[in-house]
């Protein structure tokens, strides 16, 4: 009988030890993985990418980042986590600190985005970091942010009476800005009176995403509207919003009258 109660007792002792040490380590149970986000001057250690890996970074603009730590205020930084399998989370991440720490769920190519913010609460720096995570893991990422692409200089709208709406953009001097990867097009809903395109109250959804040369050149990016889309006599609104290997920076909205 006090054999039992010995072994009762070292059972009981172990499992309380377990727990213990697992609310010291901080490890995440189930399929969840617990995430640290960093944001300084050490590199992310991260496994080197695959070749499968590159080319998605290649196509999805989830590109390992290497850039000096940014050395401006942020007003705000926003983190989200996507992957596959899994909601979007989003969180805030303090301005004091430039760390978080979350619950994530498990899976592959997870990818952490965060985008820092001025004053204006307009997008000027951003990072990218996609990460395996294995259930109850710990991972600290460490992501290096860089500066965000600007939007582009001219934004125009051309159509045919009836016929498709072709917007076209372009910067200035027919120069696009280094590191240019890619483009994000919105589109808000149509109005039959005239509104700022630049108007809180419109809704802008992203419609089209691509490399650059998807949309043409730096003499001229275009993405057409068929005509079985949109209704005369009605005010269409875009944004265009330009991407490089930090994310996607402040877009640039624009309206045009369709008959």
């Given at each position: ?10 059972i ?21 993985a ?7 001057n ?15 970074a ?13 050395s ?16 979007t ?31 204006g ?66 589109r ?28 043409g ?8 509207f ?22 996607e ?11």
């Amino acid at each position: 009988m006090r054999r039992a109660r010995s072994k009762f007792l070292s059972i009981a002792l172990t499992m309380a030890l377990l727990g213990a040490m697992a609310a010291v380590t901080g490890c995440a149970g189930g399929d969840m993985a617990k995430v640290t986000i960093n944001i300084g001057n050490h590199a992310a250690k991260t496994d080197s990418p695959s070749i499968v890996d590159r080319i998605l970074a290649f196509l999805t603009f989830s590109t390992r980042l290497q850039a000096d730590p940014p050395s401006v205020f942020f007003n705000r930084i926003d983190l989200a986590v996507s992957g596959t399998g899994m909601e979007t989370i989003e969180r805030t991440i303090s301005t004091d600190t430039g760390e978080i720490t979350l619950d994530v769920p498990s899976g592959p190519k997870r990818v952490f985005t965060i985008v820092g913010y001025d004053d204006g609460d307009s997008r000027i720096m951003g990072g990218i970091a996609t990460k395996d995570l294995t259930p109850g893991g710990n991972e600290i990422i460490s992501i290096m942010m860089g500066d965000l692409p600007f939007a582009p200089d001219f934004v125009n709208g051309s159509s045919a009476t009836g016929g498709p709406v072709t917007i076209t953009w372009y910067y200035t001097d027919y120069s696009d800005p280094a590191g240019l990867v890619g483009f994000r097009i919105y589109r808000a809903p149509d109005t039959q009176s005239y509104t700022n395109p630049n108007d809180p109250s419109l809704i802008y959804l992203p419609v089209a995403i691509g490399r650059k040369e998807n949309f043409g050149d730096n003499f001229g990016y275009e993405l057409i509207f068929p005509a079985s889309g949109l209704t005369p006599n009605r005010y269409l609104y875009f944004g265009v919003a330009a991407i490089n290997q930090y994310g996607e920076g402040e877009p640039v909205f624009y309206n045009y009258f369709y008959c």
